[in-house]
């Protein structure tokens, strides 16, 4: 050391380093530093300590927990003997210390840790040189992928693997042109306003995380409740929204008159439902409604976004603001055949951050964000919301968990503000005030930047746009944690920012975010990053920026090429072995996995916000206001019918007989005319259901899990379209009738409205075997195919181009065909057995028995008609189960 330099030694935990005035000394997590930290807390690059020709000094790179003297944070700080400075936390941060040397200095450059320094803080070797072989690793996690059968080219992702916490040793066939590429401070800096001092120690947090959830353990894990409730004897006290409730919560999920806590004289403790809208749950069972439950010392109470427990004798509230951890643990889904598409995945995510989950096609991430949400629950492993199984208290906990699917989750024709205004009419309880779901909208609308676009029709705006609207739809529950799935899709690399930046803000606003996407561009503003590898397995979890480094790219299309090109390499096996997961996922992975106990329908069924008649009558306001808004839908359904009717005008034929003599003058076109009619009616009805449920898919199966009735959705569409279907009948069978003479009388009404009353009978049910349709098929471009199939084979068996009856298998597959029965309604009017020429010319009176001239006939075809429409509803009902998240099933 030069003369009036003074000797600086830098000590941590009783271990000392001198430090050397002519070179300057990286300090951080990265192992090609200079002064190796292994603590997840402090930063890749964290600072540096340099000598400036003045003094000693310690320059923060924008790290993201911070650099701190004295309980404040510092950029930059003059160091000397006696100086303290502790990294990525004010109190408990890593600790150092520097003191005057207490022996002489070595030469210039011979500032290197010395042989007894333990690993925690070191100078390993540069990277490029090979180390001395006695350091030198061969563990498998070492070898290329196809290494162990065969020699692979030299250079492969595996061989760029990080080496373990305890040393820095270059794998074997390490080149220059995999280096990790050196992160820009500016980029530290970015991170560290992304993510500010509310981020727990990260070791702290895997350590609550890996703690089963028990009845009685604490509902936050270790944090302290938001506020106390002294219990009295025989006190009676009343949770709820109002004021005037003992217990006052203010969340909208929150009934006015939720629940009320009673301490009875004998000492025993009970909890009453009041016929809350969203339930009340004790340790995240839900109890019957109006029902009440005993309650112990330790059990957990739900009601919305709060828990109490009960200690003593107080309760101890706890608000759910967004501060939750959230982990999965040893999650592995297997299909048909034993095939796993997920793997044994393990995370946890820190509480109010942005984590992307990036994966090449194939590697589990959609079904990775099925089994996080519940949608598809794991085969085997956890998922644990603050500790506790989200599987098991999935009816409770899905009032705090936002999903945005990849297609929008509105109706585009309806403006935001209606939208959401219906959104938030099924979603809050039923005593919620107009002006409550009011107030919230333009909050959540003045939050995400849309109050100037809330007049605007959502399908109006850009893509980037529209998913905010998605976001903000999600929002109005105000939910901890949020699932995206692939946001960015088909956007711009503009509205992919955007969105990007929406997101971030989100997580800084108190929510943690989790995004599925395949955009690569914007995750430096991630706090996180998990990448699933080809199998469902984790590849990487831990900073973004830190990604690259890991792997051995400067590019992630170099990596994804990598997971391509040695599909069959154990990219989880390597990412166990590396120093990240020690780090970011060895003590939560460390807890044994627990195996999923799916509890019964009844448990996890989220109850209705809404009584199942005020859903419906939600639902077909906002089905009326869909078909409203859309006028080119409204007009085809008037063109159409009337177009149909049209067209049987062009036959030149009468209803009636143009002789008395019914067995010598027939007339053949009654029954053509009714068969036009009838073919019509089954197009128009089956079209206009045909795409309503495929169309409504997303939206169904997201609204389905915040507690909308199954039956009232259905029904709303029933009757809807049963509805315009019926007027379409009267179009039809108006123009038909318009310019044709109708017999004097019919069977017990006038002639035409006994034909029209079978016509609409035959449009409803065509309409339901549309909806059939439309729940079957996967995409909107299946259904006109089916469509026309569905027309032509109602004109094969209406029974009037040839005989049907008689013919034994024909028959009786006939009877399956609503047309069949319309016509033979029709039929039964207008005498059709008589008034059309006998098919078997040499027996005149073997009549069609389905067209007898008689009532009972004709109440016969209408009621089976009727009942096949029935049926359909039934087939349709169960179909939609498809639709719904696995754990809610029946």
């Not at 449009?763 to 006109?784: H, Q």
């Not at 009017?829 to 010319?841: A, C, E, G, N, R």
Request: net charge neutral.
């Amino acid at each position: 050391m030069g003369h009036g330099v003074p000797e600086l030694v830098l000590e941590l935990n009783g271990r000392t380093w001198t430090l050397d005035p002519a070179r300057s000394y990286a300090l951080g997590r990265d192992p090609g530093g200079d002064l190796v930290v292994d603590d997840a807390r402090v930063s890749w690059r964290h600072a540096t300590i340099a000598w400036d020709g003045r003094g000693w000094s310690i320059e923060d790179h924008g790290s993201t927990n911070g650099t701190y003297a004295q309980g404040r944070r510092v950029q930059r700080l003059e160091l000397g003997p006696g100086s303290a400075v502790h990294l990525g936390n004010a109190t408990d941060g890593p600790l150092l210390s520097l003191g005057a040397a207490a022996r002489p200095v070595a030469a210039a450059g011979a500032g290197a840790a010395s042989a007894h320094q333990q690993p925690l803080l070191q100078q390993p070797p540069q990277r490029g040189q090979m180390p001395s072989s006695p350091a030198r690793q061969t563990g498998p996690q070492e070898r290329p992928p196809a290494q162990a059968a065969a020699q692979a080219p030299a250079q492969t992702p595996a061989q760029t693997q990080q080496p373990q916490a305890s040393q820095q040793t270059p794998v074997h066939g390490w080149s220059q042109e995999h280096a990790p590429q050196q992160q820009a401070p500016q980029q530290q800096r970015r991170a560290e306003q992304r993510a500010p001092q509310q981020q727990a120690s990260q070791q702290q947090q895997a350590s609550q995380q890996q703690q089963a959830p028990q009845q009685g353990a604490a509902p936050h894990g270790d944090r302290s409740p938001t506020t106390f409730h002294q219990v009295s004897l025989g006190r009676v006290m009343r949770i709820g929204r109002a004021l005037e409730n003992e217990l006052v919560v203010s969340d909208l999920q929150v009934s006015r008159l939720h629940a009320e806590f009673t301490a009875t004289p004998d000492g025993r403790f009970e909890l009453r439902d009041l016929g809350s809208h969203n339930g009340t749950y004790v340790n995240g069972q839900r109890i019957a409604k109006s029902g009440t439950a005993s309650i112990g010392q330790g059990d957990i109470v739900g009601v919305g976004h709060s828990t109490f427990r009960l200690v003593g004798d107080h309760l101890e509230e706890f608000v759910d603001t967004g501060e939750v951890s959230f982990s999965a643990r040893h999650l592995t889904v297997t299909v048909d055949g034993g095939k796993e598409i997920l793997r044994d995945v393990s995370f946890g995510v820190p509480e109010k951050s942005l984590v992307a989950v990036i994966g090449p096609s194939g590697s589990g991430k959609s079904t990775l964000l099925k089994a996080l949400t519940g949608y598809r629950p794991a085969d085997r492993g956890d998922v644990l919301y603050d500790n506790r199984d989200l599987y098991k208290q999935f009816a409770e906990l899905r009032q705090r968990i936002g999903l945005v699917p990849q297609d929008d989750i509105l109706h585009k024709e309806l403006t935001v503000k209606r939208a959401l205004k219906y959104a938030a009419k099924l979603r809050f309880p039923g005593d919620t005030a107009e002006a409550e779901r009011a107030a919230r909208i333009d909050e959540v609308l003045r939050e995400l930047k849309l109050d100037i676009h809330k007049e605007k029709k959502v399908s109006s705006l850009s893509g980037g746009q529209r998913k905010r609207v998605s976001v903000a739809l999600e929002l109005l529950t105000k939910p901890s944690l949020i699932f995206l799935d692939e946001p960015t899709s088909g956007l711009d690399p503009g509205m992919d920012r955007d969105v990007m930046q929406l997101l971030r803000g989100l997580a800084d606003d108190g929510r943690t975010v989790l995004v599925v996407t395949h955009s690569v561009a914007e995750l430096a503003i991630c706090d996180k990053l998990l990448v699933m590898a080809p199998g469902g397995a984790v590849a990487y979890f831990g900073p973004p920026e830190e990604a690259l480094n890991f792997f051995g790219y400067s590019t992630w299309a170099d990596v994804f090429s990598a997971f391509e090109n040695y599909r069959d390499y154990d990219w989880a096996g390597r990412w166990r072995g590396s120093q990240h997961y020690q780090l970011y996922a060895a003590d939560l992975d460390s807890a044994a996995p627990q195996a999923v106990n799916t509890p019964s329908v009844r448990q996890v069924s989220p109850p209705k916000p809404q009584s199942w008649g005020a859903q419906l009558v939600t639902l077909m306001r906002r089905y009326v206001s869909v078909i409203a808004s859309d006028r080119g839908f409204m007009a085809l359904m008037v063109i159409l019918p009337a177009v149909l009717g049209i067209v049987s005008l062009v036959i030149p034929a009468e209803f009636g007989l143009g002789k008395p003599d019914k067995h010598h003058a027939f007339n053949s076109g009654a029954g053509t005319i009714i068969l036009i009619l009838a073919v019509g009616m089954c197009f128009s009805g089956a079209a206009n259901s045909v795409r309503e449920l495929i169309k409504e898919r997303v939206i169904y199966e997201r609204e389905r899990a915040t507690g909308l009735s199954r039956s009232a959705y259905l029904m709303s569409k029933v009757v809807i379209l049963g509805l315009i279907t019926a007027i379409q009948g009267g179009i039809i069978c108006g123009i038909g009738f318009s310019t044709r003479p109708m017999p004097t009388e019919g069977l017990f009404m006038p002639p035409s409205v006994e034909i029209c009353l079978a016509i609409i009978a035959l449009g409803l049910t065509s309409m339901m075997v549309g909806l059939v349709i439309s729940s079957l098929v996967k995409t909107a471009e299946k259904t006109m195919p089916l469509l026309v199939m569905f027309a032509i084979v109602q004109v094969v068996f209406t029974g009037v181009l040839f005989q049907v009856y008689g013919t034994p298998g024909l028959e009786e597959f006939a009877w399956l065909m609503p047309a069949r029965w319309g016509v033979a309604a029709a039929g039964t009017t207008l005498d059709l057995s008589h008034v059309m020429p006998p098919f078997d010319k040499d027996d005149p009176s073997n009549l069609d028995p389905l067209w007898a001239h008689e009532v009972s006939q004709w109440v016969t075809d209408v009621g089976v008609q009727l009942l096949l429409a029935a049926v359909c509803v039934v087939v349709v009902a169960r179909l939609l189960r498809r639709h719904e998240p696995e754990v809610m099933r029946k």
